[in-house]
């Protein structure tokens, strides 16, 4: 790719571009619950909540996705882990999202890239679904995040880095526009400008101090009358 003069907008998708809080996260952690229970079981039983929630939240800490601590710790294969943690009954019933977000995307400047810590065929079928995959000029998902061949998903420095290496862009050009306060403040490190949307995602998550915010809003469509200062 030719080096870019205008915006590059990163943009995550859950409790980003649609509320994921409202059912599709739930779902996720329960199904990913069993998963981590069946593993850490005896062959016989499944571990309990308690082993269970310990363990995820461990990893969470430490690798920003519970599925890179199975992958490391357990010898789960990570495309097996996501086809558990994200199989749907009905996954178009479990979305929810504002209206207007096509509207607000059109009028955006520059390139539009969904980077996300989702798999590519969940991630896909809701932006899809949103009608908002013909407005993204390029799809990053959580298998294509690797560097030197192993995972390094949000809110790898080291991923982001080889990201604006390969695009041939600058960190300044780049708007990281994220619901996760850890994937911001790796970002800003790097030099990118940040958005936090913080409407979807439970409020005590948000009382960290949040120098790496240069701008919060409370859905994408405040992005509407306030993306301009990012043009200078």
Known sequence: MKKQSSLVWLFDLDNTL???SHAIFPAINRNMNAYIADVLGDGTNPADEATVNAVRQDYYQRYGVTMLGMVRHHGVKAEEFLQAAHAFDDL???IRAQRGLVRILRRLPGKKILFTNAPQDY???VMRHLKLHRHFDAHISVEQMRVH???QPKPSRPFL???LAMNRLSAKQCVLVEDSLDNLRAAKSVGLRTVLIKGYTPV???QRPAACVDL???SVLGLSQRYRQFLV
């Open 18 to 20: 649609h509320n994921a």
């Open 92 to 94: 178009r019933a479990m």
């Open 123 to 125: 991630s896909q079928r």
């Open 149 to 151: 061949g192993k995972l």
């Open 161 to 163: 880095h080889k990201l």
């Open 204 to 206: 005590h998550l948000h």
């Open 216 to 218: 919060s809003t409370t």
